[in-house]
Nanobody, 118 residues
Framework: QVQLVESGGGLVQAGGSLRLSCAASGRTFSPYDMGWHRQVPGKEREFVARISWSGGSTYYADSVKGRFTISRDNANNTVDLLMNSLNPEDTANYYC???????????WGQGTQVTVSS
């Protein structure tokens, strides 16, 4: 299995930037797709971004496309999410996820809180 630990969350002013990091350990040799989801209390968890094992394919939610950038460094087993032009609507608990196939349930990190003040 894979263990995921997020970091980098915090309080940031609207219009600012923040970089989230996800450190993976365990069976990281497996070809996991990696991604980020976010969740606001009382709401469903929302897809934010996903990156393929090779890093060659990325996908973004319409709400963050053009503002967020996902990247990965397989040598160091990390996945980052660079968030630019943040607004209060981006406030959420952000979770790192890993999935080996579309038929597999994802592994989840514990989450890191991002709060954007207006």
């Amino acid at each position: 299995q894979v263990q995921l630990v997020e970091s980098g969350g915090g309080l940031v002013q609207a219009g600012g930037s923040l970089r989230l990091s996800c450190a993976a350990s365990g069976r990281t040799f497996s070809p996991y797709d990696m991604g980020w989801h976010r969740q606001v209390p009382g709401k469903e968890r929302e897809f934010v971004a996903r990156i393929s094992w090779s890093g060659g394919s990325t996908y973004y939610a319409d709400s963050v496309k053009g503002r967020f950038t996902i990247s990965r460094d397989n040598a160091n087993n990390t996945v980052d999410l660079l968030m630019n032009s943040l607004n209060p609507e981006d406030t959420a608990n952000y979770y790192c996820a890993a999935r080996q196939s579309v038929y597999s349930l994802p592994y989840w990190g514990q989450g890191t809180q991002v709060t954007v003040s207006s």
